[in-house]
């Protein structure tokens, strides 16, 4: 067999065009994957013209790094962690902000480590270009400028990245550090375990990342307690000082130096700084992002309605043919309501995933994304949630699926799993069926003090889902994901066109991962409530001498009728079968745990068949008063029936009490196997969808029966 060809890792912050350049130099034909143990996507592709893989590390501003996703750079530097080791690193600065962007290949060089220094977006420059050889003398490595956009510079790039993997290791670059500096790494240097170095600078150069990196609050997964017990000491040594700021410092006395010798090169960044000051402003600023997110917000659900109604044909229309080509049986039934109808379960989110994704793309690549988040942290910050936990919340508004796969846009581990935590509590579309039914049902459209009663309680719903999802952030944050404060650092890119070749890519493989990976899991919960809702079969009544001798209601069951009354005995026939199945039975066990809440078993069955999906809590209501199958939120038959239900005493079964804790309960709980499948999947275990399962309804629970317990002792019917 012959030899793995070279792997070369491309290094840089963000928006410096790094994964533009992996895609211009491999064909944009990148294998995806995740590192193991967390959710960053891992990219390796071939070298366009072979002779090396090329490696995607995910973008940092510093090897400095406090969450095991940051860590992700340093292993893939040194192969920790069972990564590959690189035998060259391609270092991607930003060539109109040199000295901030060429920070990282500083520490790089400190290492010892082969590199190549590629200084991209030459398009953006305006005036002459800065001079590679004097960049190349100050960090003692080859430097080569290109334009991944345009594609200038790439065929020299690639002859030169050839060249370098040829000529092998260089020297690491020394920097005079302060006595202090030397002193502590010294000092920590014996305790960095020996299988991660291959030399002294490598060593050294991990001495100091340890020392800027581990402290009591970092999550780095890994480190041997003799090397934290060095680096606690090496801090608290009388002489130590300020070891950050010494080492930051001499840092940038090395690349001022470099900026001065290449005078200060003007970029085309004034037009950027006049719509920044409307971007951010307070108050502009914050007018401009509810204009953007109100169409995003709209397109999201009326964008994908088209969408999802093809789909939803689709598969009834092959639901449909395979009814009509296999003979009834348990068989077909599983193929057709368990098999078919999970798939179909998964397959409707996939216009909306996409459909987010596109607008995440768009705000993203052209800049307006780094805003958003900036401008909304002051608020986000104040109930514990992260700048960047706005975008997933906002999109929680259609479907927490979705939302929940935004949070990969947070780097610290923390801040991921509190929004997690909290956007399946922002009102999704598959709430507004039920919310429709109930209020519909249960609510005049009338007007009370000049307010339609309807609209208000369906903008009241809304208003409160976004009440409890602040609330539970602040909550949540100081106790079960308490944390730090750290402080919220991120690159404003000038505004660019984004690329729609990668736009759409990043679209099909999120597309892609939700229905492989999350879609899976779906199924085979929808398959468990399929059996759930359909045994055990309800025994046939045994034949008598007279009819007389059998009850009414297995006359009303099984009496051979035509036309309506024949549709009218086969839908409380299906009623009946559910009632006795398991389903059934559980909806009259839970029956004594939600009767403070005003509910009675049926309605317990609908909030069991509603943890497939929130949705299917009509069509199982439908089932369960004897509707039929072709049941939706409009159905004034169904409507009705809960209107008129009726206890044994005569009093309304559902009251507008009643309903309003029904309304709060669907607005908390937890009632989507979609999402928990997805937490499963993102965090990597059944740990935390367990949490917000449990948490969720035991919230749920608690309002509701607030409200309702509430409502009755201040004299509301009940």
């Given at each position: 067999?012959?030899?793995?060809?070279?792997?070369?890792?491309?290094?840089?912050?963000?928006?410096?065009?790094k994964?533009?350049?992996?895609n211009?130099?491999?064909?944009?034909?990148?294998?995806?994957?995740?590192?193991?143990?967390?959710?960053?996507d891992?990219?390796e592709a071939?070298?366009?013209?072979?002779?090396?893989?090329?490696?995607?590390?995910?973008?940092?501003?510093?090897?400095?790094?406090?969450?095991?996703?940051?860590?992700?750079?340093?292993?893939?530097?040194?192969?920790?962690?069972?990564?590959?080791?690189?035998?060259?690193?391609?270092?991607?600065?930003?060539?109109?902000?040199?000295?901030?962007?060429?920070?990282?290949a500083?520490?790089?060089?400190?290492?010892?480590?082969?590199?190549?220094?590629?200084?991209?977006?030459?398009?953006?420059?305006d005036?002459p270009?800065?001079?590679?050889?004097?960049?190349?003398?100050?960090?003692?490595?080859?430097?080569?400028?290109?334009?991944?956009?345009?594609?200038?510079?790439?065929?020299?790039?690639?002859?030169?990245?050839?060249?370098?993997?040829?000529?092998g290791?260089?020297?690491?670059?020394?920097?005079?550090?302060?006595?202090?500096?030397?002193?502590?790494?010294?000092?920590?240097?014996?305790?960095?375990?020996?299988?991660?170095?291959?030399?002294?600078?490598?060593?050294?150069?991990?001495?100091?990342?340890?020392?800027?990196?581990?402290?009591e609050?970092?999550?780095?997964?890994?480190?041997?307690?003799?090397?934290?017990?060095a680096v606690?000491?090496?801090?608290?040594?009388?002489?130590?000082?300020?070891?950050?700021?010494?080492?930051?410092?001499?840092?940038?006395?090395?690349?001022?130096?470099?900026?001065a010798a290449?005078?200060?090169?003007?970029?085309?960044?004034?037009?950027?700084?006049?719509?920044?000051?409307?971007?951010?402003?307070?108050?502009?600023?914050s007018?401009?992002?509810?204009?953007?997110?109100?169409v995003?917000?709209?397109?999201?659900?009326?964008?994908?309605?088209?969408?999802?109604?093809?789909?939803?044909?689709?598969?009834?229309?092959?639901?449909?043919?395979?009814?009509?080509?296999?003979?009834?049986s348990?068989?077909?039934d599983l193929?057709i309501?368990?098999?078919?109808?999970?798939?179909?379960?998964?397959?409707?989110?996939?216009p909306?995933?996409?459909?987010?994704?596109?607008?995440i793309?768009?705000?993203?690549?052209?800049?307006?994304?780094?805003?958003?988040?900036?401008?909304m942290?002051?608020?986000?910050?104040?109930v514990?949630?992260?700048?960047?936990?706005?975008v997933?919340?906002?999109?929680?508004?259609?479907?927490?699926?979705?939302?929940?796969?935004?949070t990969?846009?947070?780097?610290?581990?923390?801040d991921?799993?509190?929004?997690?935590m909290?956007?399946?509590?922002?009102?999704?579309?598959?709430?507004?069926?039920?919310?429709?039914?109930?209020?519909?049902?249960?609510?005049?459209?009338?007007e009370?003090?000049?307010?339609?009663v309807?609209?208000?309680l369906?903008?009241?719903?809304y208003?409160?889902?976004?009440?409890?999802?602040?609330v539970?952030?602040?909550?949540?944050?100081?106790?079960?994901?308490?944390?730090p404060s750290?402080?919220?650092?991120?690159?404003?890119p000038?505004?660019?066109?984004?690329?729609?070749?990668?736009?759409?890519?990043m679209?099909?493989?999120?597309?892609?991962?939700?229905?492989?990976?999350?879609?899976?899991?779906?199924?085979?919960?929808?398959?468990?409530?399929?059996?759930?809702?359909?045994?055990?079969?309800?025994?046939?009544?045994?034949?008598?001498?007279?009819?007389?001798?059998?009850?009414?209601?297995?006359?009303?069951?099984?009496?051979?009728?035509?036309?309506?009354?024949?549709?009218?005995?086969?839908?409380?026939?299906?009623?009946?079968?559910?009632?006795?199945?398991?389903?059934?039975?559980?909806?009259?066990?839970?029956?004594?745990?939600?009767?403070?809440?005003?509910?009675?078993?049926?309605?317990?069955?609908?909030?069991?068949?509603?943890?497939?999906?929130?949705?299917?809590?009509?069509?199982?209501?439908?089932?369960?008063?004897?509707?039929?199958?072709d049941?939706?939120?409009?159905?004034?038959?169904?409507?009705?029936r809960?209107?008129?239900?009726?206890?044994?005493?005569?009093?309304?079964?559902?009251?507008?009490?009643?309903?309003?804790?029904?309304?709060?309960?669907?607005?908390?709980?937890a009632?989507?196997?979609?999402?928990?499948?997805?937490?499963?999947?993102?965090?990597?275990?059944?740990?935390?969808?367990?949490?917000?399962?449990?948490?969720?309804?035991?919230?749920?629970?608690?309002?509701?029966?607030?409200?309702?317990?509430?409502g009755?002792?201040?004299?509301f019917?009940g």
């Amino acid at each position: 067999m012959s030899a793995p060809l070279p792997l070369v890792a491309i290094l840089g912050n963000p928006n410096t065009g790094k994964t533009s350049l992996f895609n211009a130099l491999s064909g944009n034909l990148g294998r995806v994957g995740n590192y193991p143990g967390v959710t960053v996507d891992r990219r390796e592709a071939l070298l366009r013209g072979g002779g090396a893989r090329l490696l995607d590390v995910p973008g940092c501003y510093s090897l400095a790094s406090r969450s095991a996703e940051e860590q992700i750079a340093v292993s893939s530097l040194l192969g920790l962690q069972g990564e590959e080791r690189p035998s060259l690193v391609l270092i991607v600065a930003d060539a109109t902000q040199l000295p901030r962007t060429l920070y990282l290949a500083v520490q790089v060089r400190e290492l010892g480590l082969p590199a190549l220094i590629v200084l991209n977006m030459a398009d953006e420059l305006d005036g002459p270009p800065p001079d590679p050889a004097v960049i190349a003398a100050a960090l003692d490595a080859p430097v080569v400028l290109v334009s991944a956009r345009t594609g200038a510079g790439l065929d020299q790039l690639r002859t030169k990245l050839r060249a370098e993997l040829a000529r092998g290791a260089r020297a690491p670059l020394a920097l005079p550090w302060p006595a202090s500096v030397q002193a502590a790494v010294a000092a920590v240097a014996p305790a960095v375990p020996a299988a991660w170095t291959r030399s002294e600078a490598e060593r050294q150069g991990l001495a100091m990342w340890a020392l800027l990196s581990i402290d009591e609050n970092d999550e780095l997964e890994g480190i041997p307690q003799e090397l934290r017990t060095a680096v606690r000491a090496a801090r608290a040594a009388p002489a130590s000082g300020d070891l950050e700021r010494d080492v930051i410092v001499t840092r940038y006395d090395r690349l001022d130096a470099v900026a001065a010798a290449l005078g200060q090169a003007q970029t085309r960044r004034l037009w950027t700084e006049r719509i920044d000051a409307v971007l951010l402003h307070p108050i502009a600023g914050s007018l401009v992002f509810l204009v953007v997110m109100g169409v995003v917000f709209q397109a999201l659900f009326s964008g994908a309605d088209p969408f999802v109604g093809l789909l939803e044909q689709a598969m009834g229309a092959v639901a449909a043919g395979l009814e009509g080509a296999l003979p009834p049986s348990l068989l077909t039934d599983l193929l057709i309501e368990g098999l078919l109808g999970g798939v179909g379960n998964v397959l409707v989110f996939v216009p909306q995933i996409a459909l987010l994704f596109l607008f995440i793309g768009v705000l993203e690549g052209s800049g307006y994304l780094a805003r958003v988040a900036l401008l909304m942290d002051r608020v986000m910050r104040s109930v514990g949630l992260h700048g960047r936990a706005f975008v997933p919340m906002l999109s929680g508004f259609a479907c927490a699926v979705p939302a929940v796969m935004a949070t990969r846009t947070m780097e610290r581990k923390r801040d991921r799993l509190l929004t997690m935590m909290v956007v399946p509590l922002m009102t999704c579309s598959a709430r507004l069926p039920v919310y429709t039914l109930i209020i519909g049902a249960l609510f005049p459209p009338t007007e009370e003090a000049g307010w339609p009663v309807q609209g208000t309680l369906m903008v009241g719903m809304y208003a409160f889902s976004v009440l409890m999802a602040l609330v539970s952030a602040a909550v949540l944050g100081r106790t079960v994901l308490r944390g730090p404060s750290v402080p919220f650092l991120i690159e404003l890119p000038p505004y660019r066109w984004p690329q729609p070749r990668g736009v759409l890519r990043m679209v099909r493989l999120r597309a892609q991962t939700f229905v492989k990976d999350a879609g899976s899991v779906i199924l085979v919960l929808s398959v468990l409530m399929w059996a759930l809702l359909r045994f055990p079969e309800r025994p046939l009544p045994e034949p008598t001498a007279t009819p007389t001798e059998n009850t009414a209601a297995e006359a009303t069951l099984d009496a051979p009728l035509d036309g309506a009354g024949a549709q009218a005995t086969q839908a409380a026939s299906r009623a009946a079968d559910l009632e006795y199945s398991a389903a059934g039975r559980l909806g009259k066990w839970i029956e004594p745990a939600i009767a403070p809440l005003g509910f009675d078993w049926r309605m317990g069955i609908g909030l069991i068949g509603a943890f497939a999906a929130r949705e299917v809590f009509v069509s199982t209501m439908g089932l369960v008063y004897g509707i039929g199958e072709d049941v939706d939120e409009e159905s004034l038959a169904l409507r009705d029936r809960i209107r008129a239900e009726r206890r044994p005493d005569g009093q309304p079964v559902y009251t507008p009490l009643a309903g309003m804790s029904l309304l709060v309960f669907f607005a908390l709980a937890a009632q989507c196997m979609s999402t928990l499948a997805v937490v499963k999947r993102e965090t990597g275990g059944y740990r935390w969808p367990a949490f917000l399962f449990t948490y969720m309804t035991a919230l749920a629970w608690i309002c509701s029966f607030i409200v309702y317990q509430g409502g009755r002792a201040l004299g509301f019917a009940g």
